[in-house]
Every structure is written in C-alpha cells, then in structure tokens.
C-alpha cells in the first residue's frame, strides 16, 4: 500500500546550518504530500505541502519539491534556528481515499 | 481558518474508569473526523475514522468497544476510552476534514495527554 519513508533521527545541527530531512514515498497515481511539524507536547502543525508534481511547498523558510521522478519530498531549510527544534513528519494521502499516511518522524534539535 | 480543538489537553485518571475525550471544529463542517494515537517518540497510529452521522470504521487492532466514537455532528467528535488501563496512557490526537476544503488535507487538533494510574 501507499507509505512514506523518512529518514530517521535524530538530527543534531548548529544554529544557521542547512537542514536536509530526506522523505520519499510509495504510491499509485499522484498522492497529495505534507510535512507537518510537532512541538514538544503539541499536536501537529502543518508546515508545507504540495499536490501535483514539480509543485514547490515553502513556510517560514523550510521548502521542499514534490519530485515524481524520484518519488521524493525532501525538506529542507537553509539555515535553522534554535526555535526550529522540533519532529518534523512526512506524510502523504492517496489520490484514491482520505487516510493519511504518516512517516515515523524525524527529531531535530538545533543547538545555539 | 481550518481551527480544530480538542478538550481537555490533559487529564490522569485511575484504572478502570472512562473517559472522553472531544474534537471540534471551530470554523468549518467536518464531515469526516480521524483519530490517532501516539507513543512517545513515535509516529501517529491512526485508530479509526468517523463520518458524521455513520458508524466509525476502525483500524484493525483497535478495540471499538473499548475506544468508542462518536460523530454526532458536523463540528464534534468524540472518543471515549474505556474501563482505561495504564498501557491505555498516550497522546491521542484528532483531524478533521471537511466540505469545501481545496484540498483533502486533514486539520489537527492540539492533542490529549491521557495517563491512567
């Protein structure tokens, strides 16, 4: 079935350095892709998304390239913040129903 | 807009009592309300999903007698856990999507911490 794979954590960066959290997904057609963020002790935020191949999702920095060629969704963000420290999840929903798969998260901690 | 709470944020409760737990949606008719739940460290499990004014479907592997929901209405969902045991202890967090939405993209709520003693 449909399922989204990203890379695991944790991740460790300095504050200003580039952020790369590399998604990639399984599924038939053209699925709808998020990634939401999760601070500690919250629910979930939606940060960026993309419907259509090639579409670039992009907020408050972090951007990422729905890309049908490589069946991926990686985020990235070209200098984080110690208020970015966070889990960070992939996500899709099929083109065919409304269930939303979710990756297994990715922990970032930027440190000052 | 697309504003989705849950109530209460938080609640510890003794072994063998039930508790509810409730999804709103503030601005917007959700016709269709998920529930998951999650481990710490963990990614979200959904547990079931509900239309309103139709029976929940549920996940396989979830008990929908001992998680009960209900979806009376275009703006509330409700999740009731019961005779709560501790290993029942986790965060459950709800979404909702509804008609007119661009896309089929689900809202979340905050989220519930439940801890049973």
């Known amino acids: 079935g449909d399922s989204v794979t990203q890379m695991e954590g944790p991740v460790t960066l300095s504050e200003e350095a580039f952020l790369t959290i590399n998604c990639t997904y399984t599924?038939?057609?053209?699925?709808?892709l998020f990634w939401y963020v999760q601070y500690p002790g919250e629910g979930l935020q939606l940060l960026l998304k993309?419907?259509?191949?090639?579409d670039k999702g992009s907020n408050k920095g972090f951007e990422a390239t729905y890309r049908k060629e490589t069946t991926s969704f990686h985020l990235e963000k070209g200098s984080v913040q110690v208020s970015d420290s966070a889990v960070y999840f992939c996500?899709?929903?099929?083109?065919?129903?409304?269930?939303?798969?979710f990756g297994a998260g990715t922990r970032l901690t930027v440190k000052p | 807009g697309a504003v989705v709470s849950q109530h209460p944020s938080r609640v510890i409760c003794k072994s063998g009592t039930s508790v509810k737990i409730e999804c709103r949606s503030l601005?917007?008719?959700?016709?269709?309300m998920f529930w998951y739940r999650q481990f710490p460290k963990q990614s979200l499990m959904l547990m079931a999903t509900?239309?309103?004014?139709?029976?929940?479907?549920?996940e396989q592997g979830v008990e929908k007698d001992k998680f009960l929901i209900n979806h009376a209405s275009l703006t509330l969902s409700t999740l009731t856990v019961t005779s709560a045991h501790p290993e029942d202890s986790s965060f459950y967090i709800c979404?909702?999507?509804?008609?007119?939405?661009?896309?089929?993209?689900?809202?979340f709520g905050p989220g519930t911490r439940l801890t049973v003693l």
């Open positions: 601005d917007f008719q959700a016709t269709t």
């Open positions: 509900s239309n309103e004014g139709s029976k929940a479907t549920y």
């Open positions: 993309a419907t259509k191949a090639d």
């Open positions: 996500a899709l929903i099929p083109n065919n129903n409304n269930d939303m798969r």
């Open positions: 599924a038939t057609g053209y699925p709808s």
């Open positions: 979404s909702a999507r509804g008609p007119g939405l661009v896309t089929n993209e689900q809202f």
